[in-house]
């Protein structure tokens, strides 16, 4: 069982930065692909980045690559996501999940553990 806590979320102004992170339980943390996504009241939660654990790969979607960056530190059992020139529609609950795998992580449905997610709210 993995146990993930996230942290950073708030509120910005459109054009700032913010730094999620989340917290894993376990000692086996180095061996698990982490991912972060995001859903918007009453949209489904979309994929937005994972760092994969063997080779140590990233992925970002669409909407973020260039301004997000996803990285993980073996040794404190976090994974971060710097997103930097935040906008409004980058607003919503931000999840972290982790799974053993490491191809075709933009499905929700190839994670196993889930955090409480993290709220991320960019003002105009």
Known sequence: ??????????LVQAGGSLRLACAASGRTFRTYTMGWFRQAPGKERDFVAAITWNPVSTYY???VKGRATI???????????????????????YYCASTRLQIALESASRFDYWGQGTQVTVSS
């Open 1 to 10: 069982q993995v146990q993930l806590v996230e942290s950073g979320g708030g």
């Open 61 to 63: 979607s669409d909407f």
């Open 71 to 93: 990285s993980r530190d073996n040794t404190k059992n976090t994974v971060y996501l710097q997103m930097n020139s935040l906008k409004p529609e980058d607003t919503a609950v």
